[in-house]
């Protein structure tokens, strides 16, 4: 499975952005699907999760109300639309896939519940 993370780019403070992450090579419409981030000096992070039909959504309690994950599982497309955004947002994003499909709250923010991963795209926010 291979993820391709893009829509990355440079905003100010209270502006707006929405990565999508495509995947190819796997049955994408079976995986939950997680974004994380990596800002600089700092360990990745969970943002957000979904489970493999969109009926579940769970949050980082910092990007709760501001980001909303989405899929689209006929274009194998994951979406992060980030609202209200904060210089402390900048990082680099990473999507992951969760074979299992399923999301629960003890479990979405875990980096080992995903197999695989992109290979990230970098959001600046200026104050």
């Known amino acids: 499975v291979q993820l391709q993370a893009s829509g990355g780019g440079l905003v100010q403070a209270g502006g707006s952005l929405r990565l999508s992450c495509a995947a190819s090579?796997?049955?994408?419409?079976?995986?939950?699907m997680g974004w994380f981030r990596q800002a600089p000096g700092k360990e990745r992070g969970f943002v957000a999760a979904i489970s493999w039909n969109g009926g579940s959504t769970g949050y980082a309690d910092s990007v709760k109300g501001r980001f909303t994950i989405s899929r689209d599982n006929a274009k194998n497309t994951v979406y992060l639309q980030m609202n209200s955004l904060k210089p402390e947002d900048t990082a680099v994003y990473y999507c992951?896939?969760?074979?299992?499909?399923?999301?629960?709250?003890?479990?979405?923010?875990?980096?080992?519940?995903?197999?695989?991963w992109g290979q990230g795209t970098q959001v600046t926010v200026s104050s």
């Open positions: 090579g796997g049955t994408f419409s079976s995986y939950a």
């Open positions: 992951a896939a969760d074979r299992y499909g399923i999301i629960s709250r003890a479990t979405m923010s875990r980096e080992d519940e995903y197999d695989y």
